[in-house]
């Protein structure tokens, strides 16, 4: 039986941070533990990062995905490049001799798994994070041609997945009749043994903390109005980067609070485990938000979060068991979660703990071998383990 070699399509992935690179990542990390063979194409942005590199053992491809949209430069840019770039990315599976191709969000990503899965005859999983929503430009809302490439994949995909229940029947929906056997739903993960012996962040108060992208979907505005009207005493630092934080500053310089709310900015994988260590509890205040791993990460340290009941939030983070779930931008109800938690310390080690017990159900290894049983049906539909120009050939030539 042909070794497994799984190409993983990502929509983005290291340096940056963010759910779908974690997923990535992790996921990768598995299929190495468990002797099969990985490798992450990724689009290639900023322009100076390197074109191949490793992380964690697993061979990394940043290419310059193009795509036909957007400004008159992007559409003659495309044509004069993008059958070059289908050569570099058909170099690089013929390289590694894949034998499956898997997308992780889609966005200019899927258009070249679905151009060498035509070309080659590989078998296709797609898994979806929510994309749809949570673009923060907004793509699928004006693209139709990236609409046009997910309707084609969803058609085309050999087994569909989703980060959540809610995501999964959005994407049946947008499609327009249900996927059947060839869709399930994967919840995203967390690493219990990242932050087992966790040190605490140091900080002069006490405080609560929320983690994200400062992009409008995730809510950081109603939080710091429901923290200003809460009048706690601790303090709220906020994790992440993002076009937001211009606007954000502006309303916390407003609301008075700068010597309570803090923007610290992107933290790196030890920084942030410091912080979920040492918060009083986690607060996420998305207006959409397909699952949320920071929620799980937050309770793999035995934190109470207090969460919004949006798409595939309620899936995690279960109402007065580990967690608070509040109406959807209701700032009102989050002001009243967060004083309620942060005045009653019984709760939150009563929730903090049945969440960290509840997270052993999402342990990366458990997600992967998810993933693998899908892969393991693939493989049998189509009756051979990618036995076929690209797993025979290991001519090609990575044109990089």
């Avoid at 399930?184 to 006490?206: H, L």
């Avoid at 109470?304 to 009941?309: F, T």
């Avoid at 899936?315 to 779930?325: A, D, K, M, P, R």
Wanted: aromatic share 8%; hydrophobic share 40%; glycine share 8%.
């Amino acid at each position: 039986m042909q070794r497994q070699v799984i190409a993983i399509f990502a929509s983005a992935f290291y340096p940056h941070i963010g759910g779908v690179e974690e997923v990535v990542r992790q996921v990768g990390k598995e299929y190495l533990r468990r002797g099969m063979g990985v490798v992450v194409i990724t689009n290639r942005w900023p322009r100076a990062l390197p074109v191949h590199g490793e992380l964690d053992g697993i061979p990394v491809y940043r290419i310059a995905l193009r795509t036909p949209e957007r400004s008159v430069k992007a559409r003659v840019s495309y044509a004069l490049t993008h059958l070059l770039i289908q050569r570099q990315v058909l170099g690089v599976l013929r390289k590694h001799r894949c034998n499956l191709l898997h997308v992780h969000c889609v966005s200019s990503n899927g258009y070249y798994a679905l151009l060498a899965k035509n070309a080659l005859g590989l078998p296709l999983v797609v898994t979806t994070h929510g994309e749809r929503t949570m673009d923060a430009t907004q793509i699928y809302q004006h693209s139709p041609f990236l609409n046009k490439v997910l309707r084609e994949l969803i058609t085309v995909a050999d087994h569909i997945t989703a980060c959540s229940r809610q995501t999964l029947d959005d994407l049946q929906q947008y499609w327009g009749r249900p996927f059947g056997t060839r869709g399930s739903v994967v919840y995203s993960g967390v690493a219990p043994g990242d932050f087992s012996d966790a040190s605490p962040y140091k900080c002069e108060r006490p405080y609560i903390l929320a983690m994200g992208r400062l992009v409008r979907q995730k809510g950081f505005d109603l939080l710091i109005e429901a923290f200003a009207k809460a009048g706690l005493d601790v303090d709220l630092l906020i994790g992440g980067e993002g076009p937001e934080r211009n606007s954000l500053e502006n309303m916390i310089r407003e609301l008075e609070l700068t010597n309570r709310v803090r923007l610290i900015g992107r933290a790196d994988r030890s920084h942030a485990v410091a912080l979920f260590a040492g918060c009083r509890f986690f607060v996420m205040a998305s207006r959409q938000e397909p699952m949320g791993i920071v929620n799980l990460e937050a309770m793999a340290v035995g934190k109470a979060v207090v969460a919004p009941r949006v798409d595939g939030v309620p899936e995690i983070v279960l109402h007065e068991e580990t967690g608070l779930l509040v109406p959807c931008g209701n700032v009102d109800a989050f002001t009243s979660a967060l004083v309620r938690l942060n005045s009653d310390s019984e709760l939150r080690e009563r929730l903090g703990a049945a969440g960290k017990l509840r997270v052993k159900n999402f342990d990366w290894s458990e997600i992967a071998e998810q993933y693998l049983d899908i892969y393991e049906r693939v493989f049998e539909k189509n009756g051979r383990y990618g036995e076929n120009e690209c797993a025979g050939n290991s001519r090609g030539t990575v044109l990089l």
